[in-house]
């Protein structure tokens, strides 16, 4: 069974920072893809920032709404995966989600809320 655990979320005030982390149970980290996502309220899910599979770095994709101001990353030695968000707005509240996708099966963690406002 394929485990992931969010941390990080927090309220903050727009203009600050949050790191959230991912922390899984992957046996084999670096082959399966990773993603953040999230859920703003009365809204659907959408994909905030994506990692592909393989060792070493890979190159992240974003939403626009984020770019140049959200990095996601991972450490595979550890079978984490993070997301630095800096320059936090109002439209940045939502609930975040860590994901993967492991033999044709999509894992979902429980989600880090994530509150930002003045």
């Known amino acids: 069974q394929v485990q992931l655990v969010e941390s990080g979320g927090g309220s903050v005030q727009p203009g600050e920072s949050l790191r959230l982390s991912c922390a899984t149970s992957l046996t084999f980290f670096s082959i399966y893809p990773m993603a953040w996502y999230r859920q703003a309220p009365g809204k659907q899910r959408e994909l905030v920032a994506s990692?592909?599979?393989?060792?070493?770095?890979?190159?992240?994709n974003y939403v626009d709404s984020v770019k140049g101001r959200f990095t996601a990353s991972k450490d595979n030695a550890k079978k984490t995966m993070y997301l630095q968000m800096n320059s936090l707005m109002p439209a940045d509240t939502a609930v975040y989600y860590c994901y993967t996708e492991v033999n044709g099966r999509t894992y979902w963690g429980q989600g880090t809320q994530v509150t930002v406002s003045s």
């Open positions: 990692i592909p599979k393989g060792d070493g770095y890979q190159t992240p």
